[in-house]
């Protein structure tokens, strides 16, 4: 059989990543299936909490000047990077409004209250936390994107037709894909390499103790989707964002230290065990993240 994930991770040089089933399932169809995981002495505690639903923006505004948030984008991913003068200037040349303003907020949370942590256990074996980064996974891509409003309807490549980890793919310019893993330490996540007009895939399990309800915080630049168990929950996708981008760029907050650069939220229920979480995203102009989040 194929080898769990922690063999994978461990081979890969890392030090987290345990957990069962090195192929499995996928948003669109079947995968193969994997072999028995190790163990209950992993899996995590319960956690419960309701959530609030997302907040899907209607109407327009102003389209976003990409080049002028550029420097503001990069400083809330990485205050060392230095964008090339060239970047995203096609975006502004094309007169294309590709953001509409809309309305929404991000969610709000009180940091005095909060037990931080990173991983994909929830309690037992895992962060002893109520508020969880979730920063291990097996990433792919850059498949090649599309531009200006297509952005926000991307190609479908076959990741999503089955996470199969030992697979290799012809992605972007027709280089070589393969699957890798990693372990962020930073928040948000951001795929290395990143590159405008480009899609890419995450792949993880997430453990826990008994069956339970959970609230996923999700946000992305650009657009994101999210499976969980191998049904959709999110769909980020929605050009009313201008909103999220002035929330994140445009004004004072502690979003990345409270780890809450989130358009919104979805309460989902995990079942006891191993649970599947897969995550497309595209990126258009500028630099990019995903960034999910589990709270009790």
Same mark, same amino acid.
């Given at each position: 059989?194929?080898?769990?994930?922690?063999? #994978?991770?461990?081979?890969?040089?890392?030090?987290?990543?345990?957990?069962?089933?090195?192929?499995?399932?996928?948003?669109?169809?079947?995968?193969?299936?994997?072999?028995?995981?190790?163990?209950?002495?992993?899996?995590?505690?319960?956690?419960?909490?309701?959530?609030?639903?997302?907040?899907?923006?209607?109407?327009?505004?102003?389209?976003?000047?990409?080049?002028?948030?550029?420097?503001?984008?990069?400083?809330?991913?990485? #205050?060392?990077? +230095?964008?090339?003068?060239?970047?995203?200037?096609?975006?502004?040349?094309?007169?294309?409004?590709?953001?509409?303003?809309?309305?929404?907020?991000?969610?709000?949370?009180?940091?005095?209250?909060? =037990?931080?942590?990173?991983?994909?256990? *929830?309690?037992?074996?895992?962060?002893?936390?109520?508020?969880?980064?979730?920063?291990?996974?097996?990433?792919?891509?850059?498949?090649?994107?599309?531009?200006? =409003?297509?952005?926000?309807?991307?190609?479908?490549?076959?990741?999503?037709?089955?996470?199969?980890?030992?697979?290799?793919?012809?992605?972007?310019?027709?280089?070589?894909?393969?699957?890798?893993?990693?372990?962020?330490?930073?928040?948000?996540?951001?795929?290395?390499? *990143?590159?405008?007009?480009?899609?890419?895939?995450?792949?993880?399990? *997430?453990?826990?103790?008994?069956?339970?309800? +959970?609230?996923?915080?999700?946000?992305?630049?650009?657009?994101?989707?999210?499976?969980?168990?191998?049904?959709?929950?999110?769909?980020?996708?929605?050009?009313?964002?201008?909103?999220?981008?002035?929330?994140?760029?445009?004004?004072?907050?502690?979003?990345?230290?409270?780890?809450?650069?989130?358009?919104?939220?979805?309460?989902?229920?995990?079942?006891?065990? #191993?649970?599947?979480?897969?995550?497309?995203?595209?990126?258009?102009? +500028?630099?990019?993240?995903?960034? *999910?989040?589990?709270?009790?």
């Amino acid at each position: 059989g194929a080898p769990s994930l922690a063999a #994978r991770a461990d081979a890969a040089g890392t030090q987290q990543g345990t957990g069962p089933a090195a192929a499995a399932g996928a948003p669109q169809g079947e995968a193969q299936p994997g072999p028995p995981g190790d163990g209950g002495a992993r899996h995590g505690a319960g956690l419960s909490d309701p959530g609030v639903e997302r907040e899907r923006g209607g109407g327009s505004g102003p389209s976003v000047d990409e080049q002028a948030v550029a420097q503001k984008m990069a400083s809330f991913i990485n #205050r060392d990077v +230095v964008l090339p003068r060239t970047v995203a200037a096609r975006y502004n040349q094309s007169g294309e409004q590709i953001f509409d303003g809309g309305q929404g907020r991000v969610p709000a949370l009180d940091p005095r209250a909060m =037990r931080k942590g990173a991983g994909r256990m *929830l309690g037992r074996g895992g962060e002893y936390a109520d508020r969880v980064y979730v920063n291990s996974w097996y990433l792919i891509g850059p498949f090649e994107g599309k531009h200006g =409003r297509e952005l926000f309807n991307n190609h479908h490549y076959p990741p999503e037709r089955g996470v199969v980890l030992d697979a290799a793919y012809v992605g972007k310019d027709k280089r070589l894909l393969k699957w890798r893993y990693v372990s962020a330490d930073s928040y948000p996540l951001v795929p290395a390499g *990143l590159e405008e007009d480009a899609v890419y895939y995450g792949y993880t399990e *997430l453990m826990v103790e008994r069956e339970q309800d +959970v609230t996923l915080w999700i946000g992305a630049d650009d657009d994101a989707q999210v499976w969980l168990n191998d049904v959709q929950v999110w769909d980020g996708g929605n050009v009313n964002k201008a909103w999220f981008w002035r929330a994140l760029y445009d004004t004072p907050n502690s979003y990345v230290r409270d780890f809450n650069a989130s358009e919104g939220q979805r309460k989902v229920r995990l079942r006891k065990g #191993r649970n599947k979480l897969f995550f497309k995203m595209a990126n258009g102009p +500028v630099q990019g993240f995903f960034s *999910l989040v589990i709270t009790k």
